[in-house]
């Protein structure tokens, strides 16, 4: 059983482009979390998908950053516009279901 | 808000040493606790976990004890190993299949 996939490992974006990052949960996994790890700084809870739906987008910033996982294909966190203050690591973990999460590699990401 | 505090790092310890990374949480009712621990360019890892109060959660020979009393959960391994170098997470999840509320992560250096 594959693990979480995340790509790409590394994007580099300029100010004012769209950064799209894609987490493919393990195989049976239907809920899909996404984390932000700005430097030195822990892991921020972003948003909590399942399948067509978003549970909890408490942690999402107001504009710009937008998720979805669909019915098919892997769950999407889209960034438009980014800034410089987006550049972080940002993990997708799966779930089955219950407490325990598996983490990705990350998405590192940075803005010039 | 719920939330979780960890020592500061880095810590630097010598090869076979004691290891404690304190962790202590705030939350309502009875959460769930984790420690992660990632490594150097890769994901979050489970390293161990505990759902309800005095139970011992313990892997590759670290353990943490859930204890409401004090609102602790409190890495230890007797005896730390140079692959032991990485990141600690200290993590609490309030509800079945909710977010995780991570602490700040607390840098391990074992020296030889």
């Known amino acids: 059983n594959a693990g979480v996939m995340q790509n790409p490992r590394h994007l580099v974006r300029r100010r004012g482009q769209e950064a799209r990052l894609r987490c493919s949960p393990m195989?049976?996994?239907?809920?899909v979390y996404w984390y932000r790890q700005l430097p030195e700084e822990g892991l921020k809870f972003m948003v909590y998908?399942?399948?067509?739906?978003?549970?909890?987008e408490s942690g999402m910033p107001k504009e710009r950053f937008s998720a979805e996982f669909p019915k098919e294909g892997p769950s999407i966190l889209r960034i438009q516009q980014v800034v410089r203050g987006d550049s972080a690591a940002y993990f997708c973990?799966?779930?089955?279901?219950?407490?325990?999460?598996?983490f990705g590699p990350g998405t590192r990401l940075t803005v010039l | 808000g719920n939330s979780v505090t960890q020592m500061e790092g880095p810590v630097t310890l010598s090869e076979e040493a004691f290891l404690t990374i304190n962790c202590t949480y705030t939350?309502?009712?009875?959460?769930?606790l984790f420690w992660y621990v990632q490594y150097p360019g890769e994901g979050l890892q489970l390293l161990l976990k505990a759902t309800k109060a005095d139970d011992k959660g313990s892997n590759k020979g670290f353990e943490a004890t859930y204890r409401k009393e004090t609102t602790s959960f409190h890495l230890e391994k007797g005896s730390v190993q140079v692959s032991d170098s990485a990141v600690y997470f200290c993590a609490l999840s309030d509800q079945t299949g909710g977010k995780l509320i991570f602490g700040q992560g607390t840098e391990l250096s074992v020296k030889p």
């Open positions: 939350a309502t009712g009875y959460p769930s």
């Open positions: 998908l399942q399948k067509e739906n978003i549970i909890d």
């Open positions: 973990a799966s779930s089955p279901e219950g407490n325990e999460q598996f």
């Open positions: 195989k049976g996994h239907s809920h």
